[in-house]
């Protein structure tokens, strides 16, 4: 079965500055999908940015980038120009291209911007 | 409204009530989930439903019993609860399964407290 690993429970960035958040996963597939959720307090999860597997090229959305790291089980976002609004859990997942209607969720880390 | 609404936000409950949650999505999807999620653990799935039938039940006890009478509400109704399940509980709806890329758009979620 997949796993997928946040070692890090909390990090945090003063604003304007950069920040990268680490995932790593287990899988013995060689197709599928990752992605990075945004949890706000108490506000809605919602899909930050999504990388395929087989797509060599590292997926960017405005500030949010990832560094895909396929043979080394590797996933990591990484946000630029933090703001405020960026403070959230962050969550990452994967999904098989197997049909599964299951998206495999990390624990998440908590991510702190300072004024 | 729009979006994927939950209610109520917040539940107390004793372990002999019997009680229910209730999702709504306005976004025209046809698959809905239930997802609890407990501090410091990955989002466990619980419940998948694609065009009102169940696809997915997670190994779920039986006091959590879904009930999804068309593509736009899904019910989670609770009996005789224990305090691990205290938790939060996440609906959520997809676009629909068949080429689904993972994309979930989730409500806010039930904050549940079982005494």
């Known amino acids: 079965a997949q796993t997928v690993t946040q070692s890090q429970p909390e990090m945090s960035v003063q604003e304007a500055e950069t920040v990268t958040l680490s995932c790593t996963y287990d899988?013995?597939?060689?197709?599928?999908?990752l992605f990075w959720y945004k949890q706000p307090p108490s506000r809605q999860m919602i899909l930050v940015i999504r990388q395929e597997a087989y797509k060599q090229q590292n997926a960017t959305e405005n500030r949010f980038s990832v560094n895909f790291q396929k043979a080394a089980k590797s996933f990591s976002l990484k946000i630029s120009d933090s703001q405020l609004g960026d403070a959230a859990m962050y969550f990452c997942a994967y999904r098989s291209f197997d049909g599964s209607e299951k998206l495999v969720f990390g624990k998440g880390m908590k991510l702190t911007v300072n004024p | 409204e729009t979006g994927v609404t939950q209610t109520p936000r917040h539940l107390v409950m004793g372990m002999t009530n019997k009680k229910s949650l209730k999702c709504e999505q306005h976004l025209g999807h046809n698959a809905m989930y239930w997802y609890k999620q407990s501090a410091k653990k990955p989002l466990e799935l619980m419940f998948v439903y694609s065009l009102e039938e169940r696809v997915e039940n997670n190994s779920v006890p039986s006091r959590f019993s879904p009930e999804c009478p068309n593509s736009s509400h899904l019910f989670l109704h609770l009996h005789t609860l224990q305090p691990e399940d205290s938790a939060l509980y996440l609906c959520?709806?997809?676009?629909?399964?068949?080429?689904?890329?993972?994309?979930?758009?989730f409500g806010e979620g039930s904050r549940l407290t079982v005494l």
């Open positions: 899988t013995s597939e060689s197709d599928y999908y």
């Open positions: 959520a709806s997809s676009q629909g399964l068949a080429g689904w890329t993972g994309e979930l758009f």
